[in-house]
């Protein structure tokens, strides 16, 4: 029978006594430093500088250090109403992406017909940038666009979903161009990590008489909480980071955070404040990386 | 019976959510101007014509900007593999201190808007005399997608069996070797899938790929800054352009996406 | 255990292999060569390296790149238009870092401002093109607020309004269209929007690279207050703001997302729009007996309107700027001046008469910029001088000033004084002496 797929915790009890490892390797450096130290020496030397001199222009003004810029920041009229998008924008878009992804994969499960077809098509946006989501879904909901055309030819009158009038709409809008642009990377690992759960207990639950949602629920989530829990992370942190689409819809009707970021650095020719955005982003997503981490550690394996 | 039906209406609902601003996108790049001003847009290709797509390509810099996307995706892809793979696997399979620490560390690298950093890190590139070359466009893009790689690799090691690795040792093997026998067949479609992402993030980045270059600008460098400014024809042949290579890359890497976790089933 | 995979694994290994390893290989035989040129010149001698933010559009590339193929013969000019911030980072990084690789960079006025000190001094050309006439009031601005000339005035545009002949049957009776005034205009177009079905006919591009505020702090401030900044505040500011919320409830909403009006034009989604003569060229092409392009209305206190001034410069410490100074001069010439106007819809900076042979949307937007210059009672307003870095922040004023007012719908006065307080707060950071057209004296401040 083949074992479950680890979580990288449950792999420290198979190891039993780390400082082994070195001693297979031999004398010198453990095994662990060598295959890290590549990729972290890299990271150092191409963004240790820039982050310094960037962080660093958040906490600088005119006479040195100054919190002047995080004052400045939060006095903004665009500053508080995009933190409440942003933060509503995440709680609305990941869950529904969630469900999305799994009830796609659950689809696909069932092997349909097509289903290599249907893999490919839901596939595409992955690939496909968020400008050029962006521009799609604009064509779309614009005045003019294919919405209001595709209605025009069903006789019923256009309605401006773009509108800063209709903030609703407006919210609406972006949140079916995010779910669209961004639910095939959730989909794709959440099918990965389908398929690495083998069936038997999924039929073993249904001979002792277990219905369709409690097999999903007790069996077929629990195995696939690792890859829900590296969609959850890289997900989130990239919905904090993305605003292309939302701005190529509703320009800055619906300010976002990382909107405001560009804003101050590009428009408002001011650095220090877009820096200071930018560590409200990296606070958020720090929170958020720390808080899946610890909700989805794995309770039932003993320590 | 009613349940395959009631699947495949799903299946079609979801495709047709998926594919259909697909099609907009070709049908509207190939249809001409003036009947893209009209009200109401043409659904269909009824007005087909390629003299936007022409134009588009026949702009400064479009054959340039491509082969310098597919060299800086191609190159960056070899680096965070040779980069990321190993580290993967050191996280997989080994418990150290900063064990969590070294993969938070490197996603908030990512969690950072980059455009903080635009001046700083084109200093740096001056600096070591690599501003303007594909060689810089790699290296930055080869650190965004490293935190992503790292990730992915070491959920793709934990999949293996560590205890087939170990029998292979108590029968002889080097480490290396059953490194390369047991362990590189079964995670390399993930590995694989590895490289669908980093190709993908490479190819669609443009905000580090504008700061560090001049003259030889990768394609979205080269073309996006402009074509936001363009008339809407444009923006949708250059949308196009900008999604095709993708398409394909996908239909080429597909079978791969699906082995994160280990063989396919 | 495993028992049939492993032979399938082994196939897949070797072909994927295979694969992996050609793909590997190809890798660094394509990185060998550093990189493909997309703007058919590299960085070295010879060639110019010409950084813009204007003619980013498409076709405004091509064209601009075949004239300075077909008239710039002193050098090679790779052209390289981009996006304002990719501009200001460009410059900045190479400047700071002392490693210029651009050579030439031309910009609006609005982009130079807050890069004059990484500008060389281009004295030196300016005395060199006495014979262009450049007129005063450019070469005043072009020392950006310093005392030495930091760009050479490289074309200029102005804003007018294009008015598609369907909209003139409600015109009131009696008015001009060539000489309207703003409550004129209001009553036009409070007709028109009724006359169409609800439907307003007026748009502006309010959008976020809109360049709106320009249209406040040249075009209505001015006409109604005769200042940009010093009257911020005035009776008369409130009379000017009431009056645009009025003009806002006939304006179509879609606005706040237009960048630039002439495709709404085209599309026939608006009939009167407001913008800057280049981005205006494109809506009458195929028609051009169905335009008029007239000029902005006038106020009480007269005809305010709005340079658009580009500029072209030299980044300090850029390799071979020689070269770059002649290609400025190349630029400044007649006979390309005439061109660029042709092809792109951007107006002479030097002396001389218009060019007999133009386009018929072209020539229809000369007379309009004509009408203009010329009225009588015109007022002649600059965009901010010598703000430097903050020009952003000051244009941010005005963009929320119309904000609160016409979208948000908050009363007038204490929004007018909160955002004076703002605008005093940055004026007082920079301290600078007014500019046209208020009356010149330091600190300019909001009274």
């Known amino acids: 029978m083949r074992t479950l797929p680890r979580a990288p915790g449950e792999n420290r009890r198979a190891l039993g006594d780390p400082s082994a490892t070195p001693a297979r390797r031999g004398a010198g450096r453990p095994a662990w430093l060598w295959l890290i130290a590549p990729s972290a020496l890299f990271m150092t030397a191409l963004f240790a500088w820039p982050l310094l001199v960037g962080i660093g222009q958040a906490f600088t003004g005119p006479d040195g250090f100054s919190a002047a810029n995080l004052r400045r920041m939060v006095d903004d009229p665009y500053f508080w109403p995009a933190v409440r998008n942003t933060a509503l924008l995440i709680v609305v878009v990941v869950p529904l992406q969630f469900a999305l992804a799994l009830a796609m994969a659950l689809l696909l499960r069932e092997r349909p017909r097509f289903a290599g077809f249907y893999f490919y098509v839901w596939v595409i946006p992955l690939a496909i940038s968020d400008l050029a989501a962006g521009l799609v879904w604009l064509s779309i909901f614009t005045d003019r666009g294919y919405l209001n055309s595709a209605l025009a030819h069903l006789g019923i009158d256009g309605y401006a979903w773009l509108s800063y009038q209709h903030p609703w709409s407006m919210f609406a809008a972006v949140v079916v161009a995010e779910l669209w642009r961004a639910t095939s990377l959730v989909f794709v690992i959440v099918v990965a990590g389908m398929q690495g759960i083998p069936r038997d207990y999924d039929e073993a639950a249904s001979v002792f008489g277990a219905g369709y949602w409690q097999r999903l629920r007790y069996v077929l989530l629990p195995q696939l909480r690792p890859s829900l829990q590296v969609a959850l992370i890289l997900r989130t942190i990239l919905a904090l980071e993305t605003f292309a689409v939302a701005q190529a819809l509703t320009g800055r009707s619906m300010p976002l955070l990382v909107g405001e970021t560009y804003q101050w650095y590009t428009v408002l020719q001011n650095p220090g404040v877009a820096s200071a955005i930018a560590l409200v982003i990296l606070a958020l997503s720090l929170l958020a990386a720390i808080g899946y981490l610890r909700l989805l550690r794995d309770r039932t394996a003993p320590r | ?265 | 255990m495993r028992s049939e995979p492993l032979k399938t694994d082994v196939t897949i290994t070797r072909r994927t292999l295979l694969g992996l390893g050609l793909g590997a290989a190809a890798a660094p035989v394509l990185a060998a060569c550093s990189g493909v040129s997309t703007t058919g010149t590299q960085s070295g001698p010879g060639a110019v390296n010409f950084l813009s933010t204007q003619f980013t559009p498409i076709e405004e590339r091509q064209r601009f790149e075949k004239i300075l193929a077909d008239h710039v013969k002193d050098a090679k000019v790779g052209f390289n238009p981009v996006d304002a911030s990719t501009f200001s980072t460009t410059v900045k990084s190479q400047v700071d870092a002392g490693d210029v690789k651009v050579n030439l960079i031309g910009g609006l006025h609005g982009d130079l401002a807050p890069l004059a000190d990484k500008l060389a001094d281009l004295d030196d050309v300016l005395s060199g093109l006495s014979d262009r006439g450049f007129a005063s009031d450019l070469t005043e601005l072009a020392k950006l607020g310093g005392s030495t000339t930091k760009y050479i005035p490289w074309m200029q545009a102005t804003y007018l309004l294009a008015v598609n002949k369907k909209a003139l049957q409600w015109l009131p009776s009696g008015a001009d269209v060539q000489k309207l005034t703003y409550d004129q205009f209001l009553a036009w177009m409070t007709a028109a929007k009724s006359g169409n079905g609800g439907k307003p006919v007026f748009g502006f591009g309010a959008g976020p690279k809109g360049l709106y505020h320009r249209f406040f702090q040249g075009f209505l401030l001015p006409s109604f207050t005769g200042g940009q900044v010093t009257t911020f505040r005035s009776a008369d500011a409130v009379t000017a703001w009431q009056y645009m919320k009025e003009l806002w409830a006939q304006t179509a909403p879609a606005s706040t997302a237009y960048d630039f009006v002439q495709e709404p034009l085209q599309r026939g989604e608006i009939l009167v729009g407001f913008d800057h003569v280049a981005r205006l060229a494109a809506a009458p092409k195929d028609k051009p007996d169905d335009w008029l392009m007239v000029p902005a209305p006038s106020g009480p206190k007269g005809l305010g309107y709005m340079l658009v001034i580009a500029g072209l410069g030299v980044p300090k410490g850029a390799a071979d700027a020689d070269r770059a100074k002649s290609v400025i001069k190349a630029l400044t010439t007649p006979a390309i001046q005439s061109e660029v106007l042709r092809q792109n819809a951007f107006f002479p900076v030097v002396k001389g008469d218009l060019p007999a042979e133009l386009p018929a949307p072209i020539r229809l937007e000369a007379s309009g910029v004509q009408a203009q210059q010329g009225t009588g009672g015109a007022i002649v307003a600059l965009p901010p001088v010598g703000v430097g870095a903050k020009d952003g922040e000051v244009a941010q004023v005005y963009k929320d000033t119309f904000k609160e007012i016409c979208l948000d719908g908050k009363p007038i006065r204490p929004v007018l004084d909160a955002q004076a307080a703002k605008l005093n707060a940055i004026l007082d950071q920079i301290k600078v002496a007014c500019w046209k057209p208020d009356p010149a004296g330091t600190p300019c401040r909001v009274a």
Not at chain 2, 58 to 72: D, E
Not at chain 2, 96 to 103: L, T
Not at chain 2, 179 to 191: N, S
């Open chain 2, 1 to 265: 019976m009613r349940n395959r039906v009631g699947l495949h209406l799903a299946c079609l609902a979801v495709t047709a959510f998926v594919g259909v601003p697909i099609y907009l996108v070709a049908l509207a790049a190939f249809t001409s101007r003036t009947a893209l001003n009209e009200f109401p847009v043409p659904l269909g290709p009824t007005d087909v014509s390629t003299e936007t797509m022409r134009g588009f390509l026949a702009t400064t810099g479009v054959t340039g900007g491509f082969l310098n996307s597919l060299m800086v995706g191609l190159a960056t892809v070899v680096l965070t593999l040779v980069l990321g793979a190993p580290a993967g696997y050191a996280v997989a399979r080994y418990a150290f201190r900063g064990h969590d620490s070294y993969q938070l560390l490197l996603l908030l690298t990512r969690a950072l808007p980059i455009v903080v950093l635009s001046v700083p890190l084109a200093r740096v590139f001056l600096r070591i005399g690599l501003y303007d070359t594909t060689y810089a466009v790699t290296l930055l893009h080869t650190a965004l997608a490293l935190p992503t790689a790292v990730l992915i690799s070491s959920a793709v090691f934990v999949g293996v069996p560590r205890e087939q690795e170990e029998a292979a040792t108590v029968f002889g093997a080097t480490p290396a070797k059953a490194f390369l026998r047991i362990v590189v067949p079964q995670a390399l479609p993930g590995i694989a899938a590895v490289a669908v992402f980093t190709f993908v993030l490479s190819w669609n980045e443009v905000l580090g790929a504008t700061i560090l270059t001049l003259n030889q600008r990768t394609l979205p460098a080269q073309v996006l800054t402009t074509l936001s400014d363009s008339p809407l024809a444009y923006r949708f042949a250059g949308g196009l352009a900008l999604v095709l290579p993708a398409l394909v890359f996908i239909a080429v890497m597909r079978r791969y996406l699906l082995n994160i976790w280990g063989t396919l089933r």
